[in-house]
């Protein structure tokens, strides 16, 4: 190897020799050979240090579900399959909600749901629709808000079943009405809507 060097070494200087170049411009040769050799080094080590960088898989992740059975007073009872984050009113509503007069009273609609749990809604009890029609009709003052019942909400004028819900889902998850104007808060009551119903509640 040394030998192999030192031939090489000879055969440079006899080269060099015989370019007939001055001391200075034989340096200047010299140092821009080493100038080439170590650019080209420098590209060649970089080239190889880079390695492509592969982007690992991104897992989709299915949405998390939990399966419950809605049963009772709601006007699609079976099995559904909703998200684990959902509440008991969500569950409802997935049955296509309660059905008029339904008892939703003893429900904590704000609870959040268990896999596998069954949801029971109480119905409108059997023989209360004739009793009410066969006894002649009271005449009621306002009903309170903070007690009244989903059926007494469907009751009032201009509420229907659904805003009757929407009325006592917001008093399940916020807590008492603190005035009468707060049934302005809940989606659907304006104040034509409000105008109508404040002489007939009270809290």
Not at 23 to 49: D, E, H, P, T
Not at 139 to 164: H, T, Y
């Amino acid at each position: 190897m040394n030998e192999t060097l030192k031939d090489l070494q000879d055969r440079l200087t006899d080269w060099f020799d015989s370019l007939h170049f001055s001391r200075v411009q034989k340096r200047s040769l010299v140092i821009v050979a080493l100038i080439v050799c170590l650019i080209s080094g420098a590209l060649v080590f970089r080239g190889n240090s880079q390695s492509v960088a592969i982007a690992p898989p991104v897992a989709i992740s299915a949405p998390q579900l939990v399966t419950v059975d809605v049963a009772g007073g709601v006007n699609k009872p079976g099995v559904y399959s909703i998200a684990t984050s959902s509440r008991v009113i969500d569950a409802i509503n997935a049955a296509g909600g309660a059905k008029t007069g339904a008892d939703l009273s003893d429900i904590n609609l704000a609870r959040i749901v268990k896999d596998g749990e069954q949801i029971y809604v109480t119905p409108v009890a059997v023989g209360s629709k004739s009793a009410a029609t066969s006894m002649p009709a009271k005449k009621v003052g306002p009903i309170n808000i903070n007690r009244a019942s989903l059926r007494e909400f469907d009751s009032l004028p201009g509420i229907g079943p659904v805003l009757a819900m929407r009325i006592f889902t917001y008093r399940k998850v916020y807590g008492p009405f603190t005035s009468i104007e707060d049934l302005q808060k809940v989606s659907g009551i304006g104040s034509a809507k409000f105008a109508e119903l404040k002489s007939k509640v009270r809290v």
